[in-house]
């Protein structure tokens, strides 16, 4: 057993230091004759390193307004950051909290006329605000999660058109444990 554990770590030592033997492999699933491209992309313009003043940290969404301005999601800031299609920073939506207007975290944006709703993962929940930034209300998602210490949390969601499905899951703590409930598709109503 002994003689077993010092050849498999000879051998991890040699693939670490020595690097990965190239090996040439069919790629998975793809079918001799069907078309593969390449692209090339293009950098549209970047943020100076030197203004911390919309700094992104940990982008969970991105996309682009009726208006044409691209909505950056960003979970570690608490806020969505809107940017002109040439670069130029515009304005900051939502702040960290749980007043109106405010979320523990943004995962996605969505929009609905003239709002722009931040997903929040738990409790799950969209709040919406307007193109100021003013509070517009908030939805919480599938709140008919059993009483006690429960909570219902989004996986996931995405907005077609007026539709917006979310992913979501309700847990509960019993004994000292967190026991995981319920998962299903809901389709969340966007009026806000």
């Known amino acids: 057993m002994m003689s077993v554990c010092r050849r498999f770590r000879r051998h991890l030592f040699l693939l670490l230091f020595l690097g990965p033997v190239p090996v040439a492999l069919p ?13 090339t992309v293009r950098e549209l313009w970047r943020l100076p390193a030197e203004d911390d ?7 969970t969404d991105a996309r682009f307004d009726p208006r044409g301005d691209l909505c950056i999601a960003d ?17 900051t939506l939502g702040r960290e909290g749980e007043g109106p207007g405010e979320s523990r975290d943004v995962r996605c944006v969505f929009f609905a006329d003239d709002r722009y709703g931040l997903l929040q993962l738990m409790p799950a929940a969209i709040v919406w605000l307007n193109s100021d930034g003013t509070p517009a209300g908030k939805v919480t998602i599938a709140s008919d999660a059993a009483g006690g210490e429960s909570w219902v949390a ?29 998962e299903g598709l809901v389709e969340v109503a966007s009026d806000g």
């Open 53 to 59: 003043t919309y700094l992104v940290s940990t982008l």
């Open 75 to 91: 979970v570690k800031q608490k806020c969505v950051f809107v940017f002109g299609r040439d670069g130029t920073f515009l304005r």
């Open 154 to 182: 989004v996986g996931w969601a995405r907005q077609d058109g007026a539709h917006i499905l979310a992913w979501i899951n309700r847990s509960s703590f019993q004994d000292g444990k967190v026991v995981r409930g319920d």
């Open 27 to 39: 790629a998975r699933g793809a079918s001799e004759g069907v078309p593969v491209r390449h692209l």
